[in-house]
């Protein structure tokens, strides 16, 4: 059986998502949330210094205002002085250096992203992508700060593509490959092309089939298990009698949890799982207790197993 | 709304308390930040398609709407929020529709008998704990106790519905 520990308020949030709370229960979410709006006031210890703040976020809205109504905005502003010509200089002309950084981050169920060069990056779940909106430097810098991702990225000669995650930088010209971010480890595998991984002083070479491993600051090339190159990221799979250990690696890294076993033997158990490019893990999970009768409780990032 | 001047302005009245409002059940500053940007942006590129009455009422409904999908998605600590949600029902017990907390209310029936009169007495009639401890000839510090542990029990039920409760009333049909 698969329980999941749920709070009375995400049960309720659920059903107003889905339409089917009663006029008492939006009522008693509404009030809640009003409630805490009436009562809440600005701390400037934990919230800042709040005309900064105003500012930082009008500031953000006026450059979403500025491109959609270019000419009425231009108009309101030609009645203006000189210095106010400039202001608007800054919005229209924004300088070749100053790269806007979005941030991509996944929940519980996997995702892919395109990149304004046309690279595609499937994201696992639990996992978070910085980015900018557009390239526009020599190199194509990103940054896997947590989590899982697989890379495809387009070739261009001219501008590397560049992956910040933890202390190492993977260096692509182009190609596809995978990088896992934990606490204590990175590593990257290489599926398609060739890549340079490196690290403070460190570097290796890597081509399709190797890995590079980051760990207690030591950065090693190893060969690496056939199982983790299976593109769940983007096909359905099915593994035919594969082991329980093997499976479990695969929902590791496609949706960022870990698993406790309460027996260990149980992963040798021989399993046939079907994993489509989109199931969320509770359906995996139904599929393995129906075969083997293991029980699943998942809680947040660990599953716990007996 | 359909001037850069008439939406300064708007913003200039709301922003802070929005902000205030969205950090309060986020207690992310980015987070926060964001979801009020977003919002004023979302307000300004609908412009022509929106007819709004009252604008704060209507800021208000779509912050508290992008804390909930929010809150729903894990972007944050969720306990901050269903901390709150526990304090409103537990401090607004008797204005609340008995048949949406069925939860709560079939909670306060397993409650040993003495917990549930003393808790009742303090949440739904307003007494103070002195008046409890006359009416029922016990002392303080035990009114105190039964308060306290009865809270307690009712935040655990607040805290765990498991999802295997609609399983559990289908098999009993068979």
Request: aromatic share 10%.
């Given at each position: 059986m698969?329980?999941?520990?749920?709070h009375s308020l995400e049960r309720l949030l659920d059903k107003s998502s889905r339409n089917k709370t009663s006029r008492a229960e939006?009522?008693?979410?509404?009030?809640?949330?009003?409630?805490?709006?009436?009562?809440?006031?600005?701390?400037d210890a934990s919230m800042g210094n709040s005309d900064e703040v105003s500012k930082n976020i009008y500031e953000g809205i006026q450059l979403r205002m500025e491109k959609k109504n270019a000419f009425p905005y231009l108009k309101y502003m030609a009645a203006a002085s000189i210095l106010f010509l400039v202001g608007l200089g800054f919005f229209y002309?924004?300088?070749?250096?100053?790269?806007?950084?979005?941030?991509?981050?996944?929940?519980?169920?996997?995702?892919?992203?395109?990149?304004?060069?046309?690279?595609?990056?499937?994201?696992?779940?639990?996992?978070?992508?910085?980015?900018?909106?557009k390239f526009l430097g020599e190199e194509r810098k990103v940054s896997l700060l947590k989590g899982n991702a697989f890379f495809e990225v387009a070739k261009d000669k001219k501008h590397?593509?560049?992956?910040?995650?933890?202390?190492?930088?993977?260096?692509?010209?182009?190609?596809s490959f995978h990088i896992q971010l934990s606490k204590s480890k990175c590593e990257v595998i290489v599926v398609t092309g060739k890549?340079?991984?490196?690290?403070?002083?460190?570097?290796?070479?890597?081509?399709?089939?190797?890995?590079?491993?980051?760990?207690?600051?030591?950065?090693?090339?190893?060969?690496?298990?056939?199982?983790?190159?299976?593109?769940?990221?983007?096909?359905?799979?099915?593994?035919?009698?594969?082991?329980?250990?093997?499976?479990?690696?695969?929902?590791?890294?496609?949706?960022?949890?870990t698993f406790e076993f309460e027996n260990k033997a149980v992963l040798g158990v021989p399993v046939t799982v079907f994993i489509e490019?989109?199931?969320?893990?509770?359906?995996?999970?139904?599929?393995?207790?129906?075969?083997t009768n293991l029980k699943f409780n998942v809680y947040d990032e660990i599953v716990k197993v007996n | 709304m359909n001037t850069p001047e008439i939406f300064e302005k708007t913003y200039t009245e709301y922003w802070k308390k929005l902000n205030a409002f969205s950090y309060t059940m986020t207690q992310d500053k980015d987070l926060a930040q964001n979801?009020?940007?977003?919002?004023?942006?979302?307000?300004?590129?609908?412009?022509?398609?929106?007819?709004?009455?009252?604008?704060?009422?209507?800021?208000?409904?779509?912050?508290?709407?992008?804390?909930?999908?929010?809150?729903?998605?894990?972007?944050?600590?969720?306990?901050i929020l269903e901390d709150k949600f526990e304090d409103y029902v537990i401090d607004h017990f008797s204005t609340i529709d008995p048949e949406v907390l069925d939860v709560l209310y079939a909670l306060l029936d397993k409650l040993p008998e003495k917990r549930k009169e003393v808790l009742l007495m303090y949440k739904m009639q307003d007494m103070t704990i002195d008046q409890i401890a006359e009416e029922l000839e016990?002392?303080?510090?035990?009114?105190?106790?039964?308060?306290?542990?009865?809270?307690?029990?009712?935040?655990?039920?607040?805290?765990?519905?498991?999802?295997?409760?609609?399983?559990?009333?289908?098999?009993?049909?068979?």
């Open positions: 698969i329980k999941r520990i749920k939006e009522d008693l979410l509404n009030n809640f949330a009003l409630s805490e709006y009436q009562n809440s006031n600005w701390d002309k924004p300088s070749i250096a100053n790269e806007k950084q979005l941030t991509f981050k996944t929940s519980d169920v996997p995702k892919s992203i395109q990149l304004s060069d046309g690279s595609k990056i499937y994201l696992a779940a639990n996992s978070l992508l910085q980015y900018p909106e590397a593509f560049i992956i910040t995650s933890g202390a190492i930088k993977t260096k692509v010209l182009g190609t890549v340079n991984v490196s690290s403070k002083g460190q570097s290796v070479d890597l081509v399709p089939n190797e890995e590079a491993l980051f760990s207690g600051e030591k950065l090693t090339k190893l060969a690496v298990d056939k199982s983790l190159l299976i593109n769940w990221y983007t096909t359905d799979i099915t593994l035919n009698e594969a082991t329980l250990q093997q499976v479990i690696t695969i929902l590791q890294y496609k949706y960022g949890v490019k989109n199931a969320s893990l509770e359906s995996i999970l139904k599929q393995i207790n129906y075969i | 979801i009020v940007q977003d919002v004023f942006i979302d307000l300004w590129e609908r412009k022509e398609e929106l007819n709004i009455n009252a604008i704060e009422p209507y800021l208000f409904r779509a912050v508290k709407n992008q804390v909930f999908k929010y809150y729903q998605n894990n972007k944050f600590d969720k306990t016990i002392s303080r510090q035990t009114v105190k106790n039964q308060i306290s542990s009865g809270l307690k029990q009712l935040r655990e039920g607040l805290k765990d519905v498991a999802w295997i409760a609609p399983f559990i009333i289908l098999s009993k049909n068979f």
